[in-house]
């Protein structure tokens, strides 16, 4: 399937991205349009204003960042997804809306990284820092404390 987002990706568009390649479609081709007007036609939109995959209110009436858009509207009921999407929300929102000081850290390694490549490299390097913090996460659940 080819996906669109708009360029310049930052920390929702780039867990977005990793989450669909992840756990959605392995084989996801990833376009970048300027104009949210530019979707090509048979791409699926994420993160950015008329898509269904965006920021929206969640059930308990709060704003979802995208990621958090993806996993509802896929059923993706993994409690490490979660978890990372509560990161991701904080890093993207910073709403105070949970409790993840891993946010802020994140956040600045994704700004700084989009400072020095471009959108495709984004995806190639920002994919095993999501590995990382996929599994990082899911060891810390089932030792119900952080792993060494």
Do not use: K, N
């Not at 081709?29 to 950015?48: H, K, R, S």
């Not at 979802?64 to 929102?93: K, N």
């Amino acid at each position: 399937m080819r996906w669109a987002t708009r360029a310049g990706i930052h920390i929702d568009r780039a867990a977005c991205a990793w989450l669909i390649r992840r756990f959605l479609d392995p084989d996801a081709e990833f376009i970048f349009v300027t104009d949210p007007g530019d979707l090509p036609p048979g791409a699926i939109g994420f993160d950015m204003r008329g898509v269904d995959l965006s920021h929206h209110v969640g059930p308990a009436g709060a704003a979802d960042c995208s990621f958090e858009t993806i996993l509802r509207r896929h059923d993706l009921t993994d409690p490490v997804l979660w978890r990372i999407g509560q990161i991701v929300h904080e890093a993207d929102l910073d709403d105070e809306r949970y409790d993840a000081p891993e946010a802020p850290g994140l956040d600045v390694v994704l700004r700084g990284l989009s400072m020095v490549c471009d959108d495709e490299r984004m995806l190639e390097v920002t994919g095993p820092i999501f590995d990382g913090l996929y599994e990082y996460q899911r060891r810390a659940l089932l030792l119900g404390r952080e792993p060494a």
